[in-house]
């Protein structure tokens, strides 16, 4: 309890202490309360002050938005005329954006078509670089090509004279190896005959030795005679003492007898001695015999070695041959253009030159420069030939491409120019003379020779020759022999096909199988004859039609059953002259209208086909119709354009010259071979 007490006592003494805590606070908070009052009143004067002036503020303020108000519905009015200029703004701004927008467009696809432009010339750009690092790589790889052939063709030089010298050589050791022989022979008929004489002396010997036998047995009785006379005497001396007179007769007989056995002793001797020379004579024959028989045999061995050489070097140039011929016509397939070769026939006597030639430089046999009204014009084509170029020169320069022929290729060579600058003479030239034959007999002399050089290869070659004329679009048969021979007694009318092979058959047309030059030689003698020749003023001989020479080539290897199909086509084109040049009326006018017509479609071919237009107008002219196989991009084609370099004729010259550089330019594709095996026909 008092515990109790004690903290009640300690309560009330908090509790107070609380009170006076709590009087003093009352006091601080109503002096503060004072002090909140004063300011208060403050305040609300301040504020009453405040507020007076913001009526004051405010009055002031409802004049300005009375003023604003004025100035707003200016404003406004303005606003309403601004929008509308602004609708009629957005208007135009719109009709802007939308010409925009179309511009934008357009911009677009100028600029996707730039884009695509620039791809395209980016793509054009690169297959240029491309096709010109091709090109660059195909000149290089035909450059290398020919560097081979020339290494190839000096190799088989190289090699042809190694194979002379070896057939040199063997045709030595053949020499030598028939002596050696002859002394064999002589040799074995010596040793026959000391065969014959050994057998004679040992027949003698065997003789003698049988003679000597008998003697010594002879000897032997004689003796043992002589031995039982010699009892016989002792006995008769013992026993019956016969007479001395028997005695030495006796006596006689024995000395007789050893005589005979002494002189056949000798006659032993005498047969030994010879028989011991004779076996001497016989070994010495027999070794002859023998040391000739080991140089005979060296000889042969010296002479099979030879042989086989000279069969490997035969070998190494028949591959040679292949190797050359290949990069012949990988060369030519790669140039893939129609070749042109330009000729200049010489100036006839009172004329004077438009012609002259490059002296050095790249363009060294390859470019022609002409003087036309005091012009110089240059070209430059595969080869030029001046007035001094022999036929044989220029049979060289072509003569791989009349070889390609007998490889299955489809060959056309042609002759283009004026009247007179020496077509026929390239073409045709004067077969009677061996230097002045022309491009035609001398292609034909080759295929002859090479086909049967190739006979030993396995190749067997047949060959058929036609030839024909077109003349005034007509076609006339050269090698027929009653022209006039028809069924209804009318000319024959003579049309052209081509068959599924590419090959062209002329109905009607004489086909002639040829097996030999001279038969070709009598064709061509009866076709120049069967030539129409025409006259004009400006050549007495002038020829005013086509003359279409043609060699189909069958080979067939019999090794191998490869089987080739070449045409060789050679053709002297008529003279390309212009109407007002060659002063033609009537009939001579007809034909200068029908060449240059077919002379026109040559070259709109030739054009069409470098162009790769799908449509190629060869039936146009039967000249382009003829030769459609053999144009059309699988040939191999080569064009002469000749020239007459005289100034009068430099108009016409330089017409050819033109017309030719255009052909140079012109690809008409990779010729290919026309070849395949017996057994996949
Ligand atoms: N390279 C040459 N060397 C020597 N004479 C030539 C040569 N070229 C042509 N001739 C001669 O020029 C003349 C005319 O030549 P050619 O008859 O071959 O001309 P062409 O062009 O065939 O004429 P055409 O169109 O009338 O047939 C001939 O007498 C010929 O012998």
């Given at each position: 309890m008092m515990e109790y007490i004690k903290k009640v006592r300690a309560c009330i003494r908090w509790l107070l202490e609380r009170e006076d805590i709590n009087l003093a606070e009352i006091k601080r908070i109503n002096g503060q309360l004072e002090a909140t009052h004063k300011q208060h009143s403050e305040i609300v004067a301040d504020l009453e002050n405040n507020i007076e002036e913001t009526k004051s503020v405010y009055e002031e303020l409802q004049k300005q938005c009375a003023s604003l108000q004025e100035a707003l519905k200016i404003v406004e009015a303005e606003k309403m005329d601004a929008l509308s200029s602004l609708r009629d703004e957005r208007e135009a701004r719109m009709g802007v954006e939308s010409l925009r927008n179309g511009l934008l467009e357009d911009l677009n696809r100028v600029k996707l078509e730039e884009k695509r432009l620039t791809d395209q010339i980016k793509m054009l750009q690169d297959t240029n670089k491309r096709l010109q690092e091709y090109n660059t790589s195909l000149q290089q790889y035909n450059s290398n090509l020919q560097a081979d052939a020339t290494k190839n063709a000096e190799t088989i030089a190289k090699l042809q004279k190694e194979k002379n010298t070896m057939v040199e050589t063997m045709n030595g050791l053949k020499d030598h190896a028939n002596s050696v022989k002859m002394q064999l022979d002589i040799a074995k008929s010596l040793q026959n005959e000391a065969a014959k004489q050994k057998t004679d002396l040992l027949k003698e010997v065997e003789s003698l030795r049988m003679e000597l036998q008998h003697v010594r047995e002879e000897r032997d009785t004689k003796s043992a005679q002589v031995d039982s006379l010699l009892a016989e005497i002792g006995t008769y001396k013992e026993?019956?003492?016969?007479?001395a007179i028997q005695l030495d007769s006796a006596m006689a007989k024995t000395s007789a007898l050893e005589e005979t056995c002494s002189s056949q002793r000798k006659m032993i001797e005498t047969l030994e001695i010879k028989l011991a020379a004779a076996n001497e004579k016989l070994k010495r024959s027999d070794m002859t015999a023998s040391e000739t028989m080991t140089e005979y045999e060296n000889m042969k061995k010296m002479l099979e070695s030879a042989l086989s050489r000279l069969e490997e070097a035969e070998q190494t140039i028949l591959d040679g041959e292949k190797l050359r011929k290949k990069l012949h016509n990988t060369i030519l397939e790669l140039k893939g253009n129609i070749r042109v070769f330009c000729r200049v026939r010489p100036l006839l006597p009172n004329e004077s030159g438009a012609v002259s030639y490059p002296?050095?430089?790249?363009?060294?046999?390859r470019g022609i420069e002409l003087l036309h009204n005091a012009q110089g014009y240059s070209f430059t084509f595969d080869k030029v030939f001046d007035h001094s170029a022999s036929q044989e020169h220029v049979f060289i320069e072509i003569s791989q491409l009349v070889q390609s022929a007998l490889d299955g290729y489809k060959v056309c060579i042609f002759a283009y120019g004026q009247?007179?600058?020496?077509k026929t003479y390239t073409m045709m030239?004067?077969?009677?003379?061996e230097d002045q034959k022309g491009m035609i007999p001398r292609s034909l002399e080759q295929i002859f020779q090479a086909s049967q050089a190739l006979n030993s290869q396995g190749w067997r070659y047949k060959m058929q020759a036609s030839m024909l004329e077109i003349y005034n679009e007509t076609i006339r048969d050269?090698?027929?022999?009653?022209?006039?021979?028809a069924q209804d007694g009318g000319p024959t009318k003579y049309s052209i096909k081509h068959d599924a092979n590419g090959n062209t058959i002329v109905s009607d047309l004489t086909v002639v199988d040829v097996t030999t030059i001279n038969e070709v030689s009598s064709l061509l003698r009866r076709a120049a004859q069967s030539r129409s020749v025409g006259r004009t003023q400006m050549n007495?001989?002038?020829?005013r039609s086509h003359c279409v020479f043609t060699l189909r080539i069958f080979g067939v290897n019999e090794g191998t059953d490869q089987q080739v199909q070449g045409v060789l086509n050679l053709i002297d084109l008529a003279g390309s002259e212009r109407l007002n040049k060659s002063g033609a009326t009537g009939d001579r006018l007809k034909e200068t209208l029908a060449i240059n017509k077919s002379l026109s479609c040559l070259s709109d071919v030739i054009f069409s086909i470098a162009k790769k237009e799908e449509h190629v107008p060869f039936r146009n002219s039967k000249l382009t119709y003829l030769l459609q196989p053999c144009l059309g991009g699988d040939s191999k084609t080569l064009m002469f354009v000749n020239l007459a370099p005289e100034v009068s004729s430099a108009a016409e010259s330089l017409c050819s010259l033109r017309f030719a550089a255009r052909v140079n330019s012109c690809e008409i594709g990779i010729p290919r071979r026309q070849t395949q095996t017996r057994s996949s026909q």
């Open positions: 026993k019956t003492g016969k007479t002296k050095s430089g790249e363009n060294l046999g009247t007179g600058s020496g030239g004067n077969p009677e003379f050269l090698l027929v022999t009653n022209r006039m021979a007495e001989e002038s020829s």
